[in-house]
């Protein structure tokens, strides 16, 4: 599986992006798919994720409410649709894919990994 992320960008606090992420591969739909992001000097940590037919979804606690995860498999994309953002949003935005079912937070759980996209959010 490759990923392909893009969407990122620099918007002021208050703000709203939308992340995209889009596979290859033929088997989309059976993979578990993750946003993660890292701050500079700061350790990649999980975002978001969800389930392959798209019914469960997970949140890291200080996202919760304000950014929401979404897939569309027949088009093999996900997205990350985030809203108030906050400056503490600034980071590099990563997709990934786990090839079983369950949502993991760990980042050694992801087997594929996309390039990254900037977010930033200024004050």
């Known amino acids: 599986v490759q990923l392909q992320a893009s969407g990122g960008g620099l918007v002021q606090a208050g703000g709203s992006l939308r992340l995209s992420c889009t596979a290859s591969?033929?088997?989309?739909?059976?993979?578990?798919m993750g946003w993660f992001r890292q701050a500079p000097g700061k350790e990649r940590e999980f975002v978001a994720g969800?389930?392959?037919?798209?019914?469960?979804?997970a949140y890291t606690d200080s996202v919760k409410g304000r950014f929401t995860i979404s897939r569309d498999n027949a088009k093999k994309t996900v997205s990350l649709q985030m809203n108030s953002l906050k400056p503490e949003d600034t980071a590099v935005y990563y997709c990934?894919?786990?090839?079983?079912?369950?949502?993991?937070?760990?980042?050694?759980?992801?087997?594929?990994w996309g390039q990254g996209t900037q977010v930033t959010v200024s004050s």
């Open positions: 990934a894919a786990r090839g079983t079912y369950d949502i993991q937070r760990a980042i050694s759980r992801y087997d594929y």
């Open positions: 969800i389930s392959g037919g798209g019914v469960t979804t």
């Open positions: 591969g033929q088997t989309f739909s059976t993979y578990v």
